[in-house]
């Protein structure tokens, strides 16, 4: 035991006489001496604590913190440092134990002492040191005043542990007592605990876990075991209310379409639709750049012999076929059309010349004679494209099907018209006089006969030139403007003035059409006549009749009234040159809007001549007036196109010299400069 005033190891304590104790703040403990034996005992197993940083909110507990009594002779911090005895390890609990002491008084604020003349050096860090707990001081306190001596302590080491859970707490309490903003000087602390005030049992210590992180538990590498259901569960997706936008609905349907319908094309253009083979691609091509539009998709092209070609040209135009070709041969003889059988392939022979290739809008195909001169066949199959390639663009194929023959020849005369005058401007000087040249040799090469029936062979393959000039050097606005669902009688075709009117013309379902009772008329009678006759013609009606003597005909005519009388008598002329057995008649009945005449003859047989075979007109005067108007185009552009139709056809004749080629000659065609041009003023196209 020290004696009083004595400075004890570790620090400068002393009491005044009051027993007030004074504080050096030199000889104060840092935290370092503290930490090692609250590590030990108290905090071995957090690491938390024995950090060298000093710790926010912490006090250092020093000298100035111990009260003693002033008898009491003050220990040093040597003997008291050898009464202690490291404490076993403790399982981890809360710095903090339940048990609450009571404060005692705070002392009286001791007054300064005066500085020591020197200050010791701090012991090494070792355990914590306290000099003269207040709990010691009281116990000497008590056993003095009973006149017992208390012997000098020896303690000798022992594993157990001191029983002290109140000075545990009191040490917990003030190792983490709050630093408070308080005045520099003497810190008032409550008084520590002594042994003799009643200890309350604490809770029972059960051992935990340290939260810091070296304990936490390790995440399983395992995938934990999952159902399919709540796999089903988790992938299904949120519900959710989807907003209706009209329009934006309206232009994805409108892409949706575009694309199918692109697709559909693309599909039908590249897979489905035949593709052009050898030159004829290049033919194709020439064409479109001629007339300015494009193949929707490719035509096949088929090359027949010369005798499989011709039956096919006429069966073609004219729909034969083995329940009708007797019922057609009966009624083209009984008005004079045919003399003996009908052989088609002989018939349609005649036409190879003028039409070596041709285009069947029914099956789009275009058919070319087999062995044909190459610029011959070029200049053929050229036509053909460019008549596939207008049904292509205007359907006309699709409106005559089913048409009354009148219109299905007119309208077909049309564009064929168009494709002639696109097949001549592809052609150079050169090629037009070796056409012309090749186009003869056909007659030899295959043995072409004369027509039997020069009506057929004109529909089948030359009603084109009928308005070929209407459409040479005509732009393309005016040819679309025309050609646009064009349906036409084969009466406008042939006669200007009424295609040039604007006026639709309809006809019955069995309406031959005037380029055949054109060819009834010349079949007996001269071409003029014929030609005149036919001017007049405004519709007609034909019924066939087979009975047991034979096919018989019947056909009702309508008729230009201003005409009529003329047309009356051109008729019965042309009855009275047919044979007896044919029983033809005719009946006259004039009308205020149109006059009719009533035709009736019957079938006289193969063995018996209906015509005196004369040579015809294939299209009567009908080329002739087409070109004749052209001119009148270019010389008098200012005037109306229906003045010039009535100028042109005139009180001049026509006659076998006026046949046209199809390929006019490099000089040009020479019947042109035998009749006088048309008059624009002449009286009655003024008006």
């Not at 200050?119 to 306190?141: F, G």
């Not at 044909?372 to 596939?388: H, V």
């Not at 049904?391 to 077909?412: C, F, K, L, M, N």
């Not at 168009?418 to 070796?434: G, I, K, P, Y």
Request: aromatic fraction near 6%; glycine fraction near 8%.
């Amino acid at each position: 035991m020290a004696s009083e005033g004595s400075e004890p190891a570790g620090g400068t304590v002393g009491t005044q006489a009051d027993g007030a104790q004074r504080d050096d703040p030199v000889g104060r403990f840092s935290l370092d001496d503290f930490r090692l034996r609250l590590d030990s005992p108290l905090f071995h197993r957090d690491p938390g604590v024995a950090t060298s940083e000093p710790a926010a909110q912490l006090r250092e507990l020093t000298w100035e913190h111990v009260v003693r009594a002033p008898e009491a002779e003050a220990p040093t911090v040597d003997d008291f440092r050898a009464q202690l005895i490291p404490a076993p390890a403790l399982p981890p609990m809360s710095l903090l134990v339940h048990h609450t002491p009571t404060a005692p008084a705070p002392a009286p604020e001791p007054e300064p002492e005066p500085e020591p003349a020197h200050q010791p050096e701090p012991e090494p860090e070792a355990l914590v040191q306290v000099a003269n707990p207040p709990w010691m001081a009281t116990v000497d306190d008590v056993l003095a005043a009973s006149g017992f001596t208390v012997p000098t302590p020896v303690f000798s080491p022992s594993v157990t542990p001191p029983s002290t859970p109140a000075v545990e707490a009191e040490l917990n309490r003030l190792a983490f007592l709050p630093d408070l903003e308080e005045p520099v000087g003497p810190v008032e602390v409550p008084r520590i605990a002594t042994a003799d005030q009643p200890v309350v049992e604490a809770a029972p210590v059960m051992p935990s876990l340290s939260e810091h992180e070296m304990y936490a538990p390790r995440p399983s590498s395992v995938a934990p075991r999952r159902s399919y259901s709540d796999l089903a569960s988790s992938i299904t997706p949120t519900s959710r209310r989807i907003k209706r936008h009209p329009v934006r609905r309206f232009f994805a349907t409108v892409v949706l379409l575009g694309l199918l319908g692109g697709g559909l094309f693309a599909a039908k253009y590249y897979f489905f639709d035949q593709r052009w083979e050898g030159d004829t691609k290049a033919l194709a091509a020439e064409v479109e750049s001629a007339r300015g539009l494009t193949f929707d998709h490719a035509v096949d092209v088929t090359t027949l012999p010369a005798g499989e070609y011709s039956s096919k040209l006429i069966n073609v135009t004219f729909g034969l076929n083995d329940d009708n070709v007797d019922a057609t041969a009966g009624q083209w003889r009984a008005l004079g059309l045919l003399n003996g059988p009908l052989d088609v392939g002989t018939l349609g022979l005649a036409g190879i010349a003028d039409s070596p290739a041709f285009y069947d809008s029914g099956s789009e195909t275009i058919y070319v004679v087999e062995g044909l001169p190459a610029d011959l066949e070029r200049f053929a199959l050229q036509r053909a494209l460019t008549l596939a390639l207008l049904d292509q663009e205007y359907g006309w194929g699709s409106r005559i099907a089913g048409a009354p023959p009148a219109v299905a020849r007119g309208t077909r005369a049309l564009y064929d018209a168009d494709a002639l005058a696109t097949a001549t401007s592809l052609v150079d000087d050169a090629e037009r006089v070796n056409v012309n040249t090749q186009q003869q040799t056909l007659y030899t090469a295959f043995q072409i006969p004369v027509s039997t029936v020069p009506f057929a062979t004109a529909a089948a393959s030359r009603t084109g030139l009928a308005l070929a000039p209407f459409f040479v050097g005509a732009p393309a606005t005016i040819r679309d403007l025309i050609e646009s669902d064009a349906l036409i009688t084969d009466g406008q075709a042939l006669d200007l003035r009424r295609l040039v009117s604007g006026q639709p013309e309809s006809v019955s379902a069995q309406s031959q059409g005037m380029l055949f009772w054109y060819h009834v008329l010349a079949a007996r009678l001269d071409n003029d006549t014929a030609w005149r006759a036919a001017l007049a013609w405004r519709g007609d009606d034909v019924s066939v009749v087979r009975g047991t003597s034979g096919v018989c005909v019947t056909a009702l005519v309508q008729v230009d009234p201003a005409a009529f009388d003329g047309v009356v008598g051109t008729f019965q002329a042309w009855a009275g040159r047919a044979p007896a057995e044919s029983n033809t008649s005719v009946i006259a009945v004039p009308g205020t809007t149109t006059g009719q005449l009533t035709v009736s003859a019957c079938d006289p047989g193969a063995a018996i001549a209906t015509n005196d075979g004369r040579t015809r007109l294939s299209l009567g005067g009908a080329p002739l007036r087409a070109e004749q108007f052209r001119h009148l185009l270019q010389a008098y552009p200012q005037l109306t196109s229906q003045q010039l139709a009535c100028a042109v056809f005139g009180a001049d004749s026509v006659g076998t010299g006026d046949e046209r080629g199809i390929l006019d000659p490099l000089e040009g065609w020479g019947a042109l400069a035998a009749h006088p041009a048309g008059d624009p003023n002449a009286a009655g196209c003024t008006a």
